[in-house]
């Protein structure tokens, strides 16, 4: 089946720094990416769709200019968390959508914001 | 907005035993449901994917079913086996043109050898 590729799996960064995500589809090309957040013991909730070659659509309550998310090609999407504080500390997962087999994600990156 | 819930929260059986992981959502205009597994500190792994059309898809010892007049989805794991501990997470994607999934917290599976 269709493979997304996510690194880094795990990063650990200072307070005030900002970090890079990339999330690759490895053998299908995606025009739109998603990106989730997962908190401990929270289910995943959407943070923003992510498009090839546009601007990405945030969901409510998540700051765009905090999370900065670049899809400049059809087969890599970028989250960058920036400024990152302690509260920021999560799980993000990225995920496509892949026609006939539903959505498909990323291995995640573990984000420790000390 | 549509809200999925995930019962139960957490379950731990002997090896062996049937087993039934029950999703329910609010909004019952969906475009298809997906049940996933998530390993400790892992992404999801796509089990089954039941479109809006369909009542019920199998794979190996899964099955998942869905009444979607009823909000409700069932997954249905037979003979369980120890490897089969994980997370199962029920997920949606509402209609209307709506992407991005709606997901449960989950049902946490142990199953003791």
């Known amino acids: 089946g269709a493979v997304v590729s996510q690194h880094p799996s795990r990063v650990i960064c200072k307070s005030g720094t900002s970090v890079k995500i990339e999330c690759r589809s490895l053998d299908f090309q995606a025009t739109t990416m998603f990106w989730y957040r997962q908190f401990p013991k929270q289910s995943l909730m959407l943070m923003a769709t992510s498009n090839e070659g546009s601007k990405a659509t945030y969901e409510q309550g998540v700051e765009k200019d905090k999370f900065l998310i670049n899809h400049a090609s059809l087969t890599l999407s970028t989250l960058t968390v920036t400024s990152a504080h302690p509260e920021d500390s999560s799980f993000y997962i990225c995920?496509?959508?892949?026609?006939?087999?539903?959505?498909?994600f990323g291995s995640g990156t573990r984000l420790t914001v000390v | 907005k549509q809200e999925v819930t995930q019962i139960p929260a957490a379950l731990s059986v002997p090896e062996g035993e049937n087993l039934v992981l029950n999703c329910s959502f609010t909004?019952?205009?969906?475009?298809?449901l997906q049940w996933f597994r998530q390993d400790p500190g892992k992404g999801l792994t796509s089990l089954l994917l039941i479109q809006s059309s369909q009542r019920e898809q199998t794979s190996g010892r899964l099955n998942a079913s869905l009444d979607k007049s009823s909000g409700r989805s069932t997954l249905y794991i037979a003979a369980s086996q120890p490897g089969d501990s994980a997370t199962y997470l029920c997920?949606?994607?509402?209609?209307?043109?709506?992407?991005?999934?709606?997901f449960g917290k989950g049902t946490h599976l142990i199953i003791q050898p």
């Open positions: 909004d019952s205009a969906i475009y298809n």
């Open positions: 995920s496509a959508r892949v026609l006939l087999e539903g959505y498909t």
């Open positions: 997920a949606v994607r509402s209609g209307g043109g709506a992407d991005g999934l709606t």
